[in-house]
């Protein structure tokens, strides 16, 4: 048995799970793995510093897989924004044929992409977005709960409200973000309306993901309340672990502080050494509230195995026990 949905049929994989762009995590290991347990992996274009090494890491997560995967292009605000068009130009010409995109507009990336036949699959926060992002002819939506990782918008809507909400409202394939790490989650957010999940944090917790072992068993001891919410002031939220680093950025933001007095606090260099060296407190790491479901640190094949059939067992076996027969009448 298995689990079709529109996700599945439209981006032609076997399971209902994606595992989203992360910055610094969604390298060619981790997406390859996804990928032959038959979910969706992304890698992630601005970890890899140029479009040169983008093609690279396209080409060493090839060697690893046959199965589908994608590339994560999130365009943010930046005083020295990436080379966009040069990364895209990459994702074209390596003939890769889904992208995840989120941050920004898409609208710019939709004609190039879709002119040489790559699915959209657009990442937002909100229902309004959702829509508009629906009505430019996006491929899919991925909707971000407010209990994810990284950036989970201004409205403040956890998943419970915000997946019905937008299937009330979207017709093409949407997954659901924020908050997913097991069958129950998968079985949930199909029920509000979704057509799968996507998981940041549970993957990010996985033998094949590169990030270093003190993070994963971080993870693994930290619970649904260890985490932050920073930039609320500045309306640029994020919600990252809890650590020495975070707590005194929320802090110096709450008195009054402005970007310029937190910027070295924040640097993507001393987060990235989080990952790399293993110093949970050497700077700012993003993880969700997930983490009080995370137990332990599984292969990639033995987490998607478990959840598929865990949700399976969950949805003829629990649930349908919980329907009583009609009975027949006299």
């Known amino acids: ?24 995590v969604g390298r060619a290991e981790l997406v390859a793995a996804v990928a032959n347990a038959g979910a969706l992996g992304f890698i992630t274009a601005l970890t890899q510093p140029t479009p040169a090494d983008l093609a690279n890491e396209i080409a060493r997560t090839r060697d690893l897989t046959d199965k589908p995967f994608g590339v994560n292009l999130t365009i943010l605000p930046a005083i020295n924004p990436p080379p966009y068009d040069e990364y ?3 994702i074209v010409d390596a003939g890769i044929k889904i992208v995840e995109t989120a941050g920004s507009n898409p609208a710019p990336h939709l004609p190039m992409f879709h002119d040489n036949g790559i699915k959209v699959l657009h990442k937002c926060t909100s229902v309004r ?19 994810c990782a990284g950036h989970p918008g201004e409205d403040d809507i956890p998943g419970l409200v915000l997946i019905p909400a ?5 017709e093409i394939p949407m997954i659901a973000s924020g908050g997913f790490a097991d069958a129950r989650g998968l079985v949930a957010a199909l ?26 068993e971080a993870i693994v001891a930290g619970d649904e309340r260890g985490t932050e919410l920073i930039f609320r002031s500045l309306h640029n939220t994020a ?16 008195q009054g502080g402005q970007f310029d007095d937190v910027k070295d606090l924040v640097a993507g260099v001393r987060g990235r050494r989080v990952f790399d060296e293993g110093d949970v407190d ?23 195995s478990r959840i598929v059939g865990e949700a399976e067992d969950l949805i003829t076996g629990r649930l349908t026990g919980m329907v009583a027969p009609v009975a027949q009448r006299v």
């Not at 048995?1 to 610094?24: C, D, L, Y």
């Not at 919600?239 to 709450?254: C, D, G, H």
């Not at 050497?282 to 998607?304: F, H, K, R």
Request: proline fraction near 2%; charged fraction near 20%.
């Open 1 to 24: 048995m298995s689990i079709r949905t529109k996700f599945t049929e439209t981006f032609g994989v076997e399971h209902p799970i994606a595992q989203g762009g992360m910055q610094w």
């Open 88 to 90: 895209r130009q990459v």
């Open 129 to 147: 977005h959702a829509v508009k992002a629906q009505s430019l002819g996006v491929d899919g939506i991925s909707i971000d709960g407010f209990e």
């Open 166 to 170: 937008a299937a009330d409202k979207i």
């Open 191 to 216: 029920a509000l309306g979704a057509d799968g999940i996507n998981m940041g944090s549970r993957f990010m917790c996985t033998v094949e993901s590169c990030i270093h072992q003190n993070v994963k």
């Open 239 to 254: 919600r990252v672990a809890s650590n020495t680093v975070s707590r005194e950025v929320v802090e110096i933001l709450k």
């Open 282 to 304: 050497a700077g700012i790491w993003t993880v969700g509230t997930a983490m009080g479901l995370i137990n332990d640190i599984p292969t990639v094949s033995e987490l998607v």
